[in-house]
C-alpha cells in the first residue's frame, strides 16, 4: 500500500460533487429570470400594440374631422333657404295692379288730362280776338285742348306699359325665388300692358287727329 495515497475519501484536497439543493436554486433562478423577460417582451409588445391602435384611431378621427370642415367649407351659404333674401313678390304684385290701373286712366280719362284741356282752352280764349278767324278759334281753343288730353292720356299708357313690363321680368333679377310668380300676378301684369298699348295707340290717333280730325271752317259756319 502506497503511504502517500489517501484513502479518506473525504479528503478536502479532492474535488466534491456539487450539491443537489444549490442546483436545483439555479434552475429555479435562471426559470424565473426566464420569465421574467418573457414576461417583459409582452408587455412591451402589447404598449406598442396599444399605441399604434390608439395612433391609428386618433388618425382616423382627424382625418374625419378634417373631411368633414372641407365639406362644410364647399357649402355656399346661398344654397341654404334664408327667408330674409328671399324675395316676397311684392313689388311684382303691386307694379301689376299699378300697370292695370295706369292702363284704366289711360282709356277713360284723368283729372290732370281735364285740367289741362282746360288750361288750353282758356289760353286760346286769350289769344283770339272777335276779329280772328273760325279756323284759328277752332285750333286754338278746341284742338289746343284735345291734343293736350291725348298727350296726358298717352302718358299715363306709357306708364302702364312699363309698370306691366317690369312685373313681369321682375323675377328675372335679383335674388332667386324657389316659388313661382303667381299666376294672378302675370295675368294682371299682362292685362296692364294690353291696356297700355291701347291707350297709347289712341293717344297717338288723337294728338296727331287720325281717329276724329278737327272740324273745320266750312262746317263751322
Known sequence: ?????????????????????????????TEDTATEDTAFDTGKADGKADSKG?????????????????????????DFDDPAKEPSGLGAA???????????????GSWTGKFAAERETLIGQIKTSSNSTAAQQISEIYGDAWHSTALVNGLFALLA???????????????PSAHPQPGWVRAVATAGIALGVLGLVISIGMYFDLIVPLPTAGAAQ
Do not use: C, Q, Y
Not at 303691386?94 to 277713360?108: D, E, H, N, R, Y
Open 54 to 78: 390608439a395612433d391609428g384611431a386618433d388618425d382616423g378621427a382627424d382625418e374625419g374631422a378634417g373631411e368633414a370642415l372641407a365639406e362644410t367649407e364647399d357649402l355656399d351659404p346661398d
Open 161 to 175: 306699359l312699363l309698370a306691366g313690363v317690369f312685373a313681369l321680368v321682375r323675377p328675372a333679377f335679383g335674388a
Open 94 to 108: 303691386a307694379s301689376a295692379v299699378a300697370a292695370a290701373a295706369l292702363g284704366v286712366v289711360a282709356l277713360t
Open 1 to 29: 500500500m502506497n503511504p502517500t495515497t489517501s484513502a479518506n475519501p473525504t479528503d478536502p484536497t479532492a474535488p466534491s460533487a456539487p450539491d443537489a439543493e444549490e442546483i436545483a436554486t439555479e434552475k429555479a433562478a
